[in-house]
């Protein structure tokens, strides 16, 4: 059973960072894209970033709102991916989800994600 758990979020000040970890179980991360979502009140579910992995090479997708802030890891022998966010903003406030693709390509469409972890809230504020 695949299994995606969130962590890492919290409360910050304008400008800081946070770090969210997604821990896949069940599943080898190289094989699929892994995807980052958030959703804020009221808000539909927005992408934020993808990675996959295919023939050695890694490939990276940021959504506009987050290019050049956000960035994406991996660390196979956890079998996690990493977002790191740096200069967060008032309005990156949301709920964060982990998603595992059907593919090896990323996509920015939450449809062509199957698998959801349960979310962690990230809030940013002064």
């Known amino acids: 059973q695949v299994r995606l758990v969130e962590s890492g979020g919290g409360l910050v000040q304008p400008g800081g960072s946070l770090r969210l970890s997604c821990a896949a179980s069940?599943?080898?991360?190289?094989?699929?894209?892994m995807g980052w979502f958030r959703q804020a009140p009221g808000k539909e579910r927005e992408f934020v970033a993808a990675v996959s992995w295919r023939r050695h090479i890694t490939y990276y997708d940021y959504g506009d709102s987050v290019k050049g802030r956000f960035t994406l890891s991996r660390d196979s022998a956890q079998n996690t991916v990493y977002l790191q966010m740096n200069s967060l903003r008032p309005e990156d406030t949301a709920v964060y989800y982990c998603?595992?693709?059907?593919?090896?390509?990323?996509?920015?469409?939450?449809?062509?994600?199957?698998?959801w972890g349960q979310g962690t809230q990230v809030s940013v504020s002064s």
């Open positions: 998603a595992k693709s059907r593919t090896d390509w990323t996509s920015q469409a939450s449809d062509d994600y199957d698998t």
């Open positions: 069940g599943i080898i991360l190289a094989i699929y894209a």
